[in-house]
């Protein structure tokens, strides 16, 4: 195994960080490995915004709730789903926006802008940094685009977090490979026999040092998808200009 796959099979989410800055040339870094990424048909259909200014720090934590820690990081990104470059483009050529309203265009971007985000925090683990996904700036969406003045065809699809780690969570446990992966054809029986798996994670979350608790993997997707969470991004895509369709 290489020094690069070893980085990667060490992730963790980082959510606390000492009060180090990131430094320029690692920001520089940073962006330059997202931007790097490979990219739909070369459209790069991604925007990066760093949010330096700590109120609006404070108002898009306050959105998460769950997640403090945007607050605090030395660097936070918000990573949009970007399809205005090319809204521009085709009205400045007189064309109609079909092509970039329809799901496959929302689905590129998405594709785009999340390649983006992974270059970017394996980049930053190769330096010792940490990293935190944030997902949640979703619980309130329009208000995100609206504080960060997002055009259409934009989304805000999650931030990152990202700093000189100050404490570490175990490893969790990854699934079986075989519950995941398979050849030729999906494999339905072996994809969802998870009762092995849902004894490593119980161990895992009762052996953790923080916030331990008494789940298994299959109760803990139980808890998160029987009820439907952020009802409200249709009606904002559609804001957007996403036909959905
Ligand atoms: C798209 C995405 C959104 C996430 N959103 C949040 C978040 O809002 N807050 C948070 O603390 N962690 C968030 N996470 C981190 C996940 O909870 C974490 O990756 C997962 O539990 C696996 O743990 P690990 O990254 O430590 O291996 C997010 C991860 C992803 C990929």
């Known amino acids: 195994m290489n020094p690069t796959i070893e980085n990667m099979l060490k992730h963790v989410s980082v959510r606390k960080f000492t009060d180090q800055p990131v430094t320029a040339d690692q920001k520089n870094s940073l962006i330059a490995a997202a931007q790097h990424g490979s990219t739909?048909?070369?459209?790069?259909?991604?925007?990066?915004?760093?949010?330096?200014?700590?109120?609006?720090?404070?108002?898009?934590?306050?959105?998460?709730?769950?997640?403090?820690?945007?607050?605090?990081?030395?660097?936070?990104?918000?990573?949009?789903?970007?399809?205005?470059?090319?809204?521009?483009?085709?009205?400045?050529?007189?064309?109609?926006?079909?092509?970039?309203?329809?799901m496959e265009a929302l689905l590129l971007s998405t594709i785009d802008t999340t390649i983006a985000a992974e270059n970017m925090a394996v980049a930053a683990e190769s330096m010792g940094l940490g990293i935190c996904y944030i997902g949640s700036l979703r619980n309130n969406i329009k208000q995100v685009a609206e504080l960060l003045h997002l055009p259409d065809f934009t989304v805000p699809l999650f931030g990152m977090t990202i700093g000189v780690p100050l404490t570490?969570?175990?490893?969790?446990?990854?699934?079986?490979?075989?519950?995941?992966?398979?050849?030729?054809?999906?494999?339905?029986?072996?994809?969802?026999?998870?009762?092995?798996?849902?004894?490593?994670?119980?161990?895992?979350?009762?052996?953790?040092?923080?916030n331990p608790s008494d789940t298994s993997w299959t109760e803990k997707n139980l808890a998160i998808f029987k009820e439907v969470h952020r009802a409200d991004v249709g009606a904002f895509l559609k804001s957007q200009g996403f036909s959905l369709s």
Do not use: G, W
């Not at 330096?52 to 936070?76: C, E, G, M, W, Y």
């Open 40 to 102: 739909t048909e070369f459209v790069q259909a991604f925007s990066i915004i760093e949010i330096t200014d700590q109120k609006l720090r404070n108002k898009l934590s306050d959105i998460t709730i769950s997640s403090p820690h945007v607050k605090k990081a030395d660097t936070f990104y918000v990573f949009v789903a970007d399809l205005h470059r090319q809204a521009t483009i085709l009205r400045a050529n007189n064309e109609k926006l079909d092509s970039i309203k329809n």
């Open 168 to 210: 570490k969570n175990q490893l969790k446990p990854r699934m079986p490979q075989r519950n995941q992966v398979a050849t030729n054809s999906y494999d339905a029986t072996e994809f969802n026999e998870l009762s092995n798996y849902d004894q490593i994670v119980k161990d895992y979350y009762i052996n953790r040092q923080t």
